[in-house]
């Protein structure tokens, strides 16, 4: 507990206190207050022009950030998400027009799909074996 900065804010939280009670409960001084500077009167007034600095800057960049984020959205995720839905849709179709009842066909199928899907997967891992690795 410091004595010195308790007293330094009590001294000055009363003389605000006395200021204010001065200048809007007695009559002395006439209401509205004009300051003597029209632009400090107007600084004053709109609040320090908090509101234009807060719109201008936290307002601006969310705006900005959200409309990018709903573009990423609808035209990156949407767009992958509806490119796999569109490519199970033509894989279905082709492989309708494959069906021929027979078990060997639908066996083959699955495998070359596996077989597929493995080397799809693991690309990276066979590129690093079969190619050489070249160091600058």
Partial sequence: ?????????LCSSLIGCIAGTLTYVGQRISKPIQLPWRQLQDFFAYDLYTPKLYRSSIVFSVDWASRIADWFDRFIIDGVV????LASIFGGEALKYGNSGQGQFYLLTIALGSLALTIALSWSLISQLLLPQVNF
């Fill in 1 to 9: 507990f410091n004595k010195s900065i308790f007293w330094l804010l």
């Fill in 82 to 85: 509806n490119l796999v839905g």
